[in-house]
């Protein structure tokens, strides 16, 4: 039976402030993780919550936390040309983790579309910033315009990576993040969810919650996998 975990306020003073909540795991590991949100949402979107809630379940110490763009207005896209200020803001977060936590060892980092890509490309700026990326629905490219790849940083990327990706994404197909993997030195893995859209859910509203959970566990079950290996090697 997994143990549940405490949630808390989060902020940070620093040149970017932090802002966000703390998962505390009751049975901890020397594990961190900083989750960040997609371009329309903000660090409370469901996905994130049940993502945080299953990692600390499994013994991680989760901070999910907005955007600078997010914390400056609460609603709207990132702010045109801004994106390295929010990259500086997903750099803050691991470092006040980092501050708060100096018993934790393996810090990763992730996050959901576009707080996903932020990430992916701070690591392949600043390797030291993360152990591995957890990387939902990563945005390939806009929807209908394949062409328009956002994978000039892949080559530089040198941290290991799960990628979590819905078979209905607009923004990839299947066979376009797989060939887009190709490119990265990195160890990567790919955690497909059959029928799932951008938002990773498949079924009925009604089941959200639930499916929320199945997913969640189902994440980072995948992502011990890219750490650690198959269960069988981890028990030698």
């Known amino acids: 039976m997994e143990m549940t975990a405490d949630c808390e306020p989060f902020a940070a003073d620093s040149p970017v402030p932090v802002r966000g909540f703390l998962h505390r795991s009751v049975a901890p590991s020397d594990d961190a993780l900083v989750m960040t949100h997609g371009a329309g949402s903000n660090c409370n979107a469901p996905l994130l919550i049940a993502v945080a809630e ?48 100096p018993g934790i ?13 932020q990430a992916s490309m701070l690591a392949a700026e600043s ?6 990326l957890l990387l939902l629905s990563y945005p390939l490219h806009p929807p209908r315009k394949p062409s328009e790849m956002r994978t000039a940083h892949f080559p530089a990327l040198h941290t290991p990576a799960l990628f979590v990706h819905g078979t209905r994404d607009p923004f990839a197909s299947s066979e376009e993040i797989a060939s887009a993997l190709r490119l ?4 990567t893995s790919l955690l497909s969810i059959e029928g799932a859209g951008h938002d990773l859910l498949t079924g009925a509203k009604a089941r959200r919650t639930e499916s929320l959970r199945d997913l969640a566990q189902n994440i980072r079950d995948a992502f011990l996998v890219l750490k650690y290996g198959p269960a069988t090697e981890r028990q030698k």
């Open 105 to 117: 060892t393996r810090f990763f980092l992730g996050g959901h579309s576009y707080g996903g890509r």
């Open 127 to 132: 390797p030291e910033v993360a152990d591995g």
């Open 184 to 187: 990265i030195p990195a160890t």
């Open 54 to 101: 299953a990692f600390a379940a499994g013994g991680f110490l989760v901070l999910r936390c907005d955007l600078p763009y997010r914390q400056a207005r609460p609603y709207g896209p990132p702010f045109r040309g801004e994106s390295e200020r929010d990259r500086q803001g997903l750099r803050s977060a691991a470092a006040a983790l980092r501050a708060a936590a």
